[in-house]
Nanobody
Framework: QVQLVESGGGLVQAGGSLRLSCAAS????????MGWFRQAPGKEREFVAA????????YYADSVKGRFTISRDNAKNTIYLQMNSLRPEDTAVYYC????????WGQGTQVTVSS
């Protein structure tokens, strides 16, 4: 079993910054990457960013590239999402994700960006 615990969501003003954290526990050794997805009101879940465990390769959705930065701390089995220049359209529930034998998801953390 894999458990993902997220933190860092909240309310922020447009143009501001926020950092999300996701700590993974359990049998995650076979995974090769972790990432973030988000789901805005009335929309389907969409990919945001991902990072490889064995290197520094990162991937970003076009909508966040240049504003968001994903990083990792291998010793803590934790990934982070630094979100800068936040926009109201970034408002969503953000979910941590890891693929092992199947996809595992965190509980989600609400990010609200005010105009």
């Amino acid at each position: 079993q894999v458990q993902l615990v997220e933190s860092g969501g909240g309310l922020v003003q447009a143009g501001g910054s926020l950092r999300l954290s996701c700590a993974a526990s359990g049998r995650t050794f076979s995974s090769y990457a972790m990432g973030w997805f988000r789901q805005a009101p009335g929309k389907e879940r969409e990919f945001v960013a991902a990072i490889k465990w064995t290197g520094s390769r990162t991937y970003y959705a076009d909508s966040v590239k240049g504003r968001f930065t994903i990083s990792r701390d291998n010793a803590k089995n934790t990934i982070y999402l630094q979100m800068n220049s936040l926009r109201p359209e970034d408002t969503a529930v953000y979910y941590c994700n890891i693929k092992v034998d199947r996809d595992y998801w965190g509980q989600g953390t609400q990010v609200t960006v005010s105009s």
